[in-house]
T-cell receptor, first 114, second 110 residues
Framework: NAGVTQTPKFQVLKTGQSMTLQCAQD?????MYWYRQDPGMGLRLIYY???????DKGEVPNGYNVSRLNKREFSLRLESAAPSQTSVYFC?????????????FGNGTRLTVT | DAKTTQPTSMDCAEGRAANLPCNHS???????VYWYRQIHSQGPQYIIH???NNETNEMASLIITEDRKSSTLILPHATLRDTAVYYC???????????FGTGTRLTVIP
């Protein structure tokens, strides 16, 4: 049981390049999330998907797009990367919005934009 | 969601209990207290949550004061592997949009 799997683990982009961060979970969870974490700061929510077929903006959505491909997969796309998007990106999932549904996180994608 | 205040850092001797405080003086009646931790370079890990009663699981205990304005996470016998950043989060919306602040950096000392 792998839990939440993120690919790639590391990526270096040049300004203006695009890329997609992949996330998959094997726990049959309904809800999935993308966070970013900058040095010395807590996690900030970028986008989330409460259920298959729905997506909503979080605290810092600008510069990103998401796709909930199916129940298992939730991808994050940077159309034109900027140095301000250098960060560690975490994907998470939970089986719903109830109070007894803790978040399960992947181990992150470390992105550097030069 | 109510804001939380945690100490920036704490030390604890290996084998002793680690008591991590959290103030949430503006907590509402329907808001839960959640604790997560993040070990260096890994994704955050859920520890425990509660509403008003004290809670215990295999990882930790959560003590919430009667007025619910503060809580304490207790790791009963800290090990070196418990060195991490611990986040106290208060939310009424379950797992949707939990606000992770900067947490408490706990260092367990041999």
């Amino acid at each position: 049981n792998a839990g939440v799997t993120q690919t790639p683990k590391f990526q270096v982009l040049k300004t203006g390049q695009s890329m997609t961060l992949q996330c998959a979970q094997d726990m049959n969870h309904n809800s999935m999330y993308w966070y970013r974490q900058d040095p010395g700061m807590g996690l900030r929510l970028i986008y989330y998907s409460a259920s298959e077929g729905t997506t909503d903006k979080g605290e810092v959505p600008n510069g990103y797009n998401v796709s909930r491909l199916n129940k298992r997969e939730f991808s994050l796309r940077l159309e034109s990367a900027a140095p301000s998007q250098t960060s560690v990106y975490f994907c998470a999932s939970t089986d719903g919005g109830s109070y007894n549904s803790p978040l399960h996180f992947g181990n992150g994608t470390r992105l550097t934009v030069t | 969601d109510a804001k939380t205040t945690q100490p920036t850092s704490m030390d604890c001797a290996e084998g002793r209990a680690a008591n991590l405080p959290c103030n949430h003086s503006t907590i509402s009646g329907n808001e839960y207290v959640y604790w997560y931790r993040q070990i260096h370079s890994q994704g955050p890990q859920y520890i425990i949550h509660g509403l008003k009663n004290n809670e215990t699981n295999e990882m930790a205990s959560l003590i919430i004061t009667e007025d619910r304005k503060s809580s304490t996470l207790i790791l009963p016998h800290a090990t070196l592997r418990d060195t991490a950043v611990y986040y106290c989060i208060v939310s009424a919306r379950g797992a949707n949009n939990l606000f992770f602040g900067t947490g408490t950096r706990l260092t367990v000392i041999p």
